[in-house]
T-cell receptor, first 114, second 117 residues
């Protein structure tokens, strides 16, 4: 079965510290991987994606993510967290076999404390 | 501004009402989606349209009826809903993914908050 797991419901970090939001996946073929962020009462905003090539992908707002094929992971990272980064983060994967079905994780709530 | 506009942003309806959610995308995409977001549950894909043709219907109850008159507009018609249908309904669009190019990013609207009373 194809799935995405975000093992942490919540991540707490202090402002200025590095942050990591974890994501692992299970899909057939080469995956296409995405991160989205959702602020309160808003839709999901696209942050970054991995299609092919460099395993380290850089995205919006200083975020980056590292694709690790052997560990089937795509963790989201930022070197220095801001209070304004506090939001709900979703990892998503589209199977490399094609099709429209993008599978989303359950989301991880990030709290950045001043 | 995401390029995907949803109206209304908030809707309260009784179980016997008929209402519709509207979505319009200005991104030149040809695939449109309805997702349901409920508290503490993963996003649920409801419907997918590709070039106005429905390609996915994930066992959605018939009280939800989608309509896609063209590649830029998508509706979700609601009829005799249940309180458990209260959720955030998200519309999204993308270029149509096809084998070898499935990385096309999905862009979401701001959502329509639906409360069924």
């Amino acid at each position: 079965a194809q799935s995405v797991a975000q093992p942490e419901d919540q991540v707490n970090v202090a402002e200025g510290n590095p942050l990591t939001v974890k994501c692992t996946y299970s899909v057939s073929g080469n995956p296409y991987l995405f991160w989205y962020v959702q602020y309160p009462n808003r839709g999901l905003q696209f942050l970054l994606k991995y299609i092919t090539g460099d395993n380290l992908v850089k995205g919006s707002y200083g975020f980056e993510a590292e694709f690790n094929k052997s560990q089937t992971s795509f963790h989201l990272k930022k070197p220095s967290a801001l209070v304004s980064d506090s939001a709900l983060y979703f990892c998503a994967v589209r199977p490399g076999t094609g099709g429209f079905k993008t599978i989303f994780g359950a989301g991880t709530r990030l709290f950045v404390k001043a | 501004e995401t390029g995907v506009t949803q109206t209304p942003r908030h809707l309260v309806m009784g179980m016997t009402n008929k209402k519709s959610l509207k979505c319009e995308q200005h991104l030149g995409h040809n695939a449109m989606y309805w997702y349901k977001q409920s508290a503490k549950k993963p996003l649920e894909l409801m419907f997918v349209y590709n070039f106005k043709e429905q390609t996915e219907n994930n066992s959605v109850p018939s009280r939800f009826s989608p309509e896609c008159p063209n590649s830029s507009h998508l509706f979700l018609h609601l009829h005799t809903l249940q309180p458990e249908d209260s959720a955030l309904y998200l519309c999204a669009s993308s270029q149509a993914p096809y084998l070898g190019s499935s990385g096309n990013t999905i862009y979401f609207g701001e959502g329509s908050w639906l409360t069924v009373v």
